[in-house]
């Protein structure tokens, strides 16, 4: 096992000093800077064969998805994975540490809270379909989904940036070519699928939202207004709801599909903080909005950040909301929040990136309820839809390029 990168200079420091210097130095990844941990599987430390030690999640991230190699970020020296093998001696130092350290804060699903050990206990969900990979997806950056057929469609950084599967992950079709020409996209940041079929893309490249039709021919574009338009979903009365990062509001676009024209485009919200992503609830026609804060009022622990949800009614008044730091104190967990949406019943779905994780918060009426609902087979969630087929969620993971399904029941796991 080779040193990390930094050296241990403890000549002058006093034991507890020492025992920091070895959490600090040994215990964390020194590519993600996460703690290695047991309890999580995309954290536990793993040996390289040149020997240097990087967590599980970081080796998928920097390997090629075909050669299984990565280049060793400290080193350079080319490694394969099926080399790599769980480094037993960081583990046992750190369960040594623990021991010494019995208040040392544990999360809420590691002491046996029993919301955690079978998800939740009518609905435990399952990974039971993944598809794309590096190739067939690269870096996306939204998802949406046909409600009545299961159509799935994605955003990403290809040359056709939009992609089309079906509910099994088979590869349909895909459009929208690279650049800023009538029909094409520059940049896709999200997408959203309209009641009647058609496909709403937000491009952050020419300041704009794209709609086609679902086999990709163009039918309008509306920059109005728009500086950085980021999220995009459909509101209960079938008009567009996008947020703008850099404008720091949420516009409501009301389209006549019909005739290919933009009817009405009006700032619905304003004076919000870098808000991405947006959902609109089916059920009550509530809209939740992620803002990511830049404020320092509650500094994130390193290398996460403040993330904030709000939640308005239909007519875009204040109901919740609640900052990463307000969860935390309730919680012990710190919510870097990408991706939201409500599922058949009303209740609040987020993803975690910088865990792998997906939450609900459950209906908000009396405060949140962290409930965790999936934690494996993630690496770095940025995309959810909640179908009521099936009480199935559709993950976009970007760490891995791919669209994970999870269901409440499933057998086997079937990969394409």
């Not at 998800?119 to 046909?146: E, Y």
């Not at 850099?246 to 304003?270: M, P």
């Not at 009521?388 to 394409?416: C, E, P, Q, R, W």
């Amino acid at each position: 096992m080779a040193a990390a990168p930094a050296s241990l200079t403890h000549g002058s420091l006093r034991p507890e000093g020492i025992l920091r210097e070895i959490q600090i130095n040994l215990l964390e990844c020194k590519v993600c800077f996460e703690t290695f941990s047991t309890r999580q599987s995309e954290r536990r430390p793993q040996n390289l064969s040149c020997g240097h030690v990087l967590c599980l999640e970081c080796i998928t991230a920097l390997s090629h998805p075909l050669l299984k190699k990565l280049e060793c970020p400290f080193c350079r020296q080319l490694c394969s994975v099926d080399n790599t093998s769980h480094c037993q001696a960081l583990t046992d130092l750190q369960e040594l540490l623990l021991l010494r350290s019995p208040t040392a804060p544990v999360p809420r699903w590691a002491k046996g809270d029993p919301g955690w050990g079978g998800g939740l206990s009518s609905r435990a969900l399952q990974l039971c379909t993944a598809f794309g990979g590096w190739g067939t997806l690269i870096n996306p950056t939204g998802i949406a989904v046909f409600g009545s057929s299961g159509t799935i469609v994605v955003v990403h950084d290809g040359d056709r940036r939009v992609v089309v599967f079906g509910p099994q992950g088979r590869k349909l079709h895909s459009f929208g070519r690279r650049g800023r020409a009538h029909g094409e996209i520059c940049y896709p940041l999200d997408v959203a699928v309209t009641p009647s079929g058609y496909v709403v893309v937000t491009d952050a490249g020419d300041s704009a939202v794209k709609v086609f039709t679902s086999r990709g021919c163009h039918l309008l574009t509306a920059k109005d207004s728009f500086q950085l338009p980021w999220g995009v979903d459909i509101d209960s009365c079938g008009h567009i709801l996008v947020s703008d990062v850099q404008a720091g509001t949420l516009s409501q676009v009301i389209v006549d599909y019909a005739h290919g024209v933009t009817l009405e485009h009006r700032t619905a919200i304003t004076d919000l903080q870098n808000p991405k992503a947006v959902a609109c609830c089916r059920v009550t026609g509530n809209i939740a909005v992620v803002e990511h804060l830049v404020d320092d009022t509650h500094p994130p622990p390193r290398n996460h950040r403040a993330t904030r949800l709000k939640v308005f009614s239909q007519d875009f008044h204040l109901i919740y909301q609640a900052d990463s730091f307000s969860l935390n104190l309730g919680s012990a967990v710190w919510l870097c929040m990408s991706a939201v949406a409500f599922d058949r019943e009303g209740d609040v779905i987020v993803t975690d990136s910088k865990q792998g994780m997906i939450w609900s918060l459950g209906k908000l009426q009396n405060g949140p309820a962290l409930t965790p609902l999936v934690r494996d087979h993630l690496i770095h969630p940025v995309g959810l839809v909640s179908t009521a087929l099936n009480n199935t969620l559709f993950i976009l993971d970007s760490g891995d390029h791919a669209v994970k399904l999870y269901s409440a029941k499933s057998d086997a796991i079937t990969m394409i």
